[in-house]
C-alpha cells in the first residue's frame, strides 16, 4: 500500500512539474518576440551578412533595454540560406515550424527572397526585405504579409536614369551579370533613359557569366565603342574586382561607370577605386545628415570598431517599421500588423518614410555622387557632392502595380 502511495505521489509530482514546465515555457515565450533571420551566411554573402546581423544585434539590444516591445523581449535566430532558394525556403519553414519565429526578416539574395516570400505567404508570417530588392517582390510575387525598405531594382534603375538625364551625356555602353537582377535592372534603366533622353544612343550591351571573375575579354570591346557611361549591375566583389582590372586599361580616363557603390564595395575596393566615378547608394551613412543617423553611427561605430554598411542600416530600418506597426497594432498577429504596415509613417534612419498600402514599398530612393578621398576613412573613398533621388520619382505608378500583381494580393 505504502509502495503504491509512494508511487501515486511520484506520479503526481512529475504531472505537476511537467505542467510548471510547459506553463514557465509558455510564459517565455508569451514574453519573446522572436525573428526569424534567413540570411546568406557563407560564400559571398558573409559580409553582408556581418554588417546586417551586427544592426539587428544592436537594435534588440538597444529595444530590451528600453523595455522591449508591447513589454515583450526581441530575439533574434539566424540561419544561413547559403544563396540558394531551396535551402532559403526550407530555412524559413524551420524558422517558423521549429522555432516558433513570429516574424521573417528576408536574405541578401533576390533569389532566394522570391522563395522566401512564398512560404511567408504560406504560413501568413510577416517578412520584410532589407537588402534583396527585386522589383518582383512588390509586383508579380507580391503577396500581403512582405514589406520592403530597401530601394528595389527599379528605383535605383529609373533613379540612375533620370539622374544621368541631366547631364550632357549620350554614349552609353552596358555590362552586367547575365542573370535575372542583371536582365531586369538593365531592361529598367533602359527604357527610362530613352524616355527622358531620347538623343541618348546604346553603344555596346555586355552580358557576363554568372562567377566570371576575368574581365579582361570584355574591357577593349567597351573601349572600342566609345561611351561615355557604362552602366553596370555588378555589384560588391564583382564590381570591385571590374574596376581593378579596368584601371590598367585607361578605362575611367575615357569613360565613367556607374554602379552600386555600396560601402562594403568600397572597402574592398579600398585606395585603388579611382576618384571621380559617378556612382549611386542605397544609405551611405555618411551623406545622411540627421539626428537619428548621427546617434546610431556613433554607437555603432563604438561596439563594432567599424563603419556601417548600407545593409545595416536598412536592416535596423526595417526594424523600426516593423515594431512601429506592432505597437500600433497592440498585437503580433500578422494580419493586424499588416494593416498597421500599410501607410505606415516612420522615422528611419534615412528621415521621416512611409510603406505605400498597394505593394508594401517604402518611399526609399537611392544617393548619387562621385567618388573622393576623406582624410577621415584612409582605407576607402567615399563618395561627394551626394544627392538623393527619391522614390517617388521613379517608383512605379500604383494603376502598374496593380497590373502586375495582377490580384494576386
Not at 590598367?248 to 579611382?274: E, H, N, V
Request: include cysteine; glycine fraction near 8%; charge should be neutral.
Amino acid at each position: 500500500m505504502k509502495r503504491m502511495c509512494l508511487k501515486v505521489s511520484i506520479i503526481a509530482l512529475s504531472v505537476f512539474m511537467l505542467g510548471a514546465w510547459g506553463f514557465t515555457g509558455n510564459a517565455a515565450a508569451a514574453d519573446t518576440i522572436k525573428l526569424g533571420f534567413v540570411a546568406d551566411i557563407s560564400g559571398v554573402g558573409a559580409s553582408f551578412y556581418k554588417s546586417q546581423k551586427a544592426a539587428i544585434d544592436l537594435f534588440i539590444e538597444q529595444t530590451n533595454a528600453a523595455g522591449g516591445v508591447l513589454g515583450k523581449k526581441l530575439e533574434v535566430v539566424a540561419r544561413d540560406a547559403q544563396l540558394k532558394p531551396d535551402v532559403g525556403a526550407n530555412v524559413a519553414r524551420e524558422l517558423i515550424l521549429s522555432e516558433k519565429c513570429d516574424f521573417l526578416i528576408g536574405p541578401t539574395s533576390s533569389a532566394v527572397a522570391l522563395a522566401v516570400t512564398k512560404v511567408a505567404k504560406e504560413f501568413k508570417k510577416i517578412v520584410y526585405f532589407h537588402t534583396s530588392n527585386t522589383e518582383a517582390l512588390t509586383t508579380t510575387d507580391f503577396q500581403p504579409y512582405m514589406f520592403q525598405v530597401v530601394p528595389n531594382t527599379g528605383i535605383e534603375a529609373r533613379g540612375i536614369a533620370l539622374f544621368l538625364s541631366d547631364k550632357p551625356y549620350t554614349k552609353y555602353a552596358y555590362i552586367g551579370p547575365d542573370y535575372a537582377y542583371g536582365q531586369t535592372q538593365w531592361a529598367s534603366f533602359k527604357a527610362e533613359l530613352e524616355k527622358r533622353k531620347p538623343d541618348a544612343k546604346i553603344l555596346e550591351i555586355v552580358w557576363v557569366k554568372l562567377g566570371e571573375s576575368n574581365y579582361s575579354p570584355y574591357i577593349p570591346t567597351l573601349m572600342a565603342k566609345g561611351p561615355e557611361v557604362i552602366f553596370s549591375s555588378f555589384w560588391g566583389g564583382q564590381l570591385s574586382g571590374f574596376i581593378k582590372q579596368a584601371i590598367p586599361y585607361g578605362l575611367f580616363k575615357k569613360a565613367t561607370i556607374t554602379s552600386l557603390f555600396d560601402l562594403d564595395m568600397l572597402r574592398a575596393a579600398g585606395k585603388d577605386m579611382p576618384e571621380g566615378l559617378l556612382g549611386y547608394a542605397r544609405c551611405p551613412f555618411y551623406a545622411v545628415d540627421n539626428p537619428q543617423m548621427a546617434a546610431f553611427v556613433k554607437t555603432y561605430y563604438e561596439k563594432n570598431k567599424e563603419w556601417p554598411a548600407d545593409w545595416a542600416i536598412m536592416a535596423y530600418d526595417g526594424l523600426i517599421a516593423l515594431t512601429e506597426a506592432i505597437k500600433k497594432a497592440n498585437s503580433t498577429d500578422s494580419d493586424q500588423v499588416v494593416k498597421a504596415l500599410e501607410g505606415l509613417k516612420f522615422k528611419s534612419l534615412r528621415g521621416e518614410r512611409f510603406i505605400r498600402p498597394e505593394d508594401h514599398m517604402a518611399n526609399v530612393g537611392i544617393y548619387v555622387g562621385t567618388t573622393t578621398k576623406d582624410p577621415k576613412y584612409e582605407d576607402f573613398l567615399i563618395m561627394k557632392d551626394v544627392v538623393e533621388v527619391p522614390a517617388e520619382k521613379v517608383w512605379l505608378p500604383v494603376d502598374e502595380v496593380k497590373k502586375l500583381q495582377g490580384g494576386n494580393k
